[in-house]
């Protein structure tokens, strides 16, 4: 089986290499074709994953959608296996999203695709439910060897960041504590970084105003800041915004 040198996200639709596998899909290779649900809100995501995949003998994609509606539309009408969801899909919050659909659809594998920060989400992301998380700067290979190790019920996340868990940089004190965070913290600490107000991040969060303070005056605690100046700083060393 050829294998093709590694290729950042965007050479996929300049290219149009299909996945065909590697080595490390191989020992994971499964006999049932895994189907795979693609919720992205850019075309041109869409456009060059299905031209990665259409000569995939492990992965078919069964659906794309655009939003968190037409996501759980297909899903309850369709079988899916594995879900590649954008971290910002529109409509609702990513890991909003992910936390329903594990507690409607459990065996419904996720895998969150991301351009953010793989250090501040994927920890976050995992914890609220997700079986893996990839960054949209990977190679192509990665990608299909990500979901292909999902779909055969395994969790995925970089050797690089797997590296950084274990060994902790000494240097790069706002990562450490960003560890220390539940995953609704990150979530409420990203939607104070986008300048949204507590009624708004109640709304959306399906929490009310006086939760919203409390998760605040938590951040600042965990964060060592005591005003929104210095945890707004914080959220941009963490790169939420």
Do not use: W
């Amino acid at each position: 089986m050829t294998t093709f040198r590694p290729s950042k996200i965007p050479r996929i639709f300049n290219d149009h290499i299909p996945y065909q596998g590697s080595l490390a899909c191989d020992k994971l290779k499964r006999f049932i074709m895994i189907n795979l649900l693609v919720a992205d809100s850019h075309p041109i995501v869409q456009k060059g994953l299905r031209s990665l995949f259409k000569s995939s003998s492990d992965i078919k994609i069964v659906g794309m959608v655009d939003s968190t509606e037409a996501l759980f539309d297909f899903v309850s009408k369709n079988s899916v296996d594995v879900v590649l969801m954008e971290m910002d899909i529109p409509s609702v919050n990513g890991v909003t999203a992910l936390r329903r659909l594990k507690k409607e659809y459990p065996d419904v594998k996720v895998v969150m695709f991301s351009g953010q920060s793989e250090d501040v989400y994927a920890i976050s992301t995992l914890k609220a439910g997700a079986s893996g998380y990839l960054s949209k700067g990977v190679s192509t290979d990665m990608i299909g060897e990500a979901l292909v190790k999902v779909g055969s019920g395994g969790i995925f996340i970089s050797n690089d960041l797997a590296q950084r868990l274990a060994f902790d940089e000494s240097t790069n004190k706002p990562r450490r504590l960003f560890r220390r965070l539940s995953t609704r913290e990150v979530e409420v600490l990203k939607l104070l970084a986008a300048g949204r107000r507590n009624k708004h991040i109640a709304e959306e969060l399906n929490l009310n105003e006086k939760t919203v303070s409390t998760y605040k005056a938590r951040l600042m605690r965990k964060l060592n800041v005591d005003n929104m100046v210095d945890l707004l700083q914080q959220a941009k060393a963490l790169e939420l915004y």
